[in-house]
């Protein structure tokens, strides 16, 4: 049976990390953009030399656009950010599992197996550490006469 998400964060620190660098990304994409946008547009008035009517005219649209432009990239950010959290959830959630089933072996305690959803990542691994507990707990049977 699959199992519901519970935690958005499920592993804090790596989550973040995550969403920390697709966002600095976009806020360099971003500012990349913005310079663009600012350069292209001073060689635009420098070259069409416009008279002062259409000059006027044409900030307004500008400013128009650059704060749709802006308004587009915050969305995005935060979209960015969100989607991130999300995507992020399929590693951190066997990450966070992974701890879990580490701490319980430390313990004594080999019965212990680790149960993913459907769609999570780090399968391969989940496998073969509880491949290793069974070979563990094999290994530690009393041996009965």
């Known amino acids: 049976m699959e ?3 519970k935690k958005i964060l499920v592993d804090r620190k790596i989550q973040l990390r995550y969403m920390r660098t697709i966002i600095v990304l976009l806020v360099l994409f971003a500012v990349a953009l913005g310079i663009s946008n600012y350069v292209i547009t001073g060689f635009v008035l420098r070259v069409s030399q416009l008279g002062q009517y259409a000059e006027a005219r044409f900030y307004q ?3 128009r656009i650059v704060y749709l ?4 990239i915050v969305i995005f950010i ?8 999300f995507t992020s959830h399929r590693f951190a959630g066997p990450v966070s599992r992974i701890k879990e ?3 319980a072996v ?3 305690n080999f019965n ?3 149960k993913i959803r459907k769609g999570d990542d780090l399968t391969d691994v989940v496998n073969e550490f509880n491949e290793m507990l069974d070979g563990l707990q094999e290994k530690n049977k009393p041996v009965s006469s």
């Open 3 to 5: 199992e519901r998400r």
């Open 61 to 63: 649209v500008y400013n």
């Open 69 to 72: 432009i802006i308004l587009e």
């Open 78 to 85: 935060i979209l960015a950010a969100v989607i991130s959290v």
């Open 101 to 103: 089933a580490m701490n």
């Open 106 to 108: 430390k313990s004594g």
């Open 112 to 114: 212990y197996r680790i």
